[in-house]
């Protein structure tokens, strides 16, 4: 488990130049102390990526998910539960690129949260997968999150859903669906102009 006080991304909206595909990649900065966890998993990038994408299927080896819905191209509604307790709550894919990164934001007022997660290859062929999270509560709430032991908690959480994928994919050793897009502030990229009526993107709900 770690913890990352200062952010490594880029200040919304701002373009940063990496190694990465087209070269040009936007980052969403976690503000705050933020939980992170890495997995590595026995199969390629582009396998673990367009798994990922396939938002419908997380109730099938999540221990949490219990249920996703789109709503819209790029927010989800996700229900999320342990034992009797069930939460719904909307969240907004704010920044997309496939095989390698994809950040989000929750659209709840309270507690909000925002997230982040990495795909990259190993020396193994394999692919190592990150997942940043950021809870950030109001009022009272905001002394339970910073604590170390809430903290740990989360960690195990993330950590534990991350190992419940990681025994999904390697069991199916190829992925069930993907979705392909890039996704720039929140809007869907376009490669070419479609007629006005088309411009709805599908998205991977599998």
Same mark, same amino acid.
């Given at each position: 488990?770690?913890?990352?006080? $200062?952010?490594?991304?880029?200040?919304?909206? &701002?373009?940063?130049?990496?190694?990465? +595909?087209? !070269?040009?990649? *936007? =980052? /969403?900065?976690?503000?705050?102390?933020?939980?992170?966890?890495?997995?590595?998993?026995?199969?390629?990038?582009?396998?673990?990526?367009?798994?990922?994408?396939?938002?419908?299927?997380?109730?099938?080896?999540?221990?949490?998910? $219990?249920?996703?819905?789109?709503?819209?191209? &790029?927010?989800?509604?996700?229900?999320? +539960?342990? !034992?009797?307790? *069930? =939460? /719904?709550?909307?969240?907004?894919?704010?920044?997309?690129?496939?095989?390698?990164?994809?950040?989000?934001?929750?659209?709840?007022?309270?507690?909000?949260?925002?997230?982040?997660?990495?795909?990259?290859?190993?020396?193994?062929?394999?692919?190592?997968?990150?997942?940043?999270?950021?809870?950030?509560?109001?009022?009272?709430?905001?002394?339970?999150?910073?604590?170390?032991?809430?903290?740990?908690?989360?960690?195990?959480?993330?950590?534990?859903?991350?190992?419940?994928?990681?025994?999904?994919?390697?069991?199916?050793?190829?992925?069930?669906?993907?979705?392909?897009?890039?996704?720039?502030?929140?809007?869907?990229?376009?490669?070419?102009?479609?007629?006005?009526?088309?411009?709805?993107?599908?998205?991977?709900?599998?």
């Amino acid at each position: 488990m770690a913890y990352e006080d $200062h952010a490594r991304q880029a200040v919304p909206n &701002t373009p940063v130049v990496r190694p990465n +595909g087209d !070269g040009v990649t *936007r =980052r /969403r900065r976690l503000r705050g102390r933020h939980v992170e966890e890495t997995v590595e998993i026995a199969v390629p990038v582009r396998t673990a990526y367009n798994q990922w994408t396939q938002f419908k299927s997380f109730p099938r080896f999540s221990a949490l998910v $219990h249920g996703v819905e789109q709503i819209r191209p &790029t927010v989800t509604a996700w229900t999320l +539960g342990y !034992g009797p307790l *069930r =939460r /719904r709550f909307a969240v907004e894919i704010v920044e997309q690129d496939p095989d390698s990164y994809l950040a989000w934001r929750g659209l709840e007022q309270s507690p909000s949260h925002q997230g982040e997660i990495e795909f990259a290859p190993t020396e193994s062929g394999g692919t190592a997968i990150t997942v940043r999270m950021l809870l950030e509560p109001r009022g009272a709430a905001r002394i339970l999150t910073v604590s170390s032991r809430a903290a740990r908690l989360t960690a195990r959480l993330v950590h534990g859903e991350l190992m419940n994928f990681k025994r999904f994919i390697e069991g199916l050793g190829q992925e069930g669906g993907a979705w392909r897009g890039t996704i720039r502030n929140g809007r869907v990229q376009h490669d070419h102009p479609e007629p006005p009526r088309s411009r709805v993107a599908q998205w991977p709900v599998g």
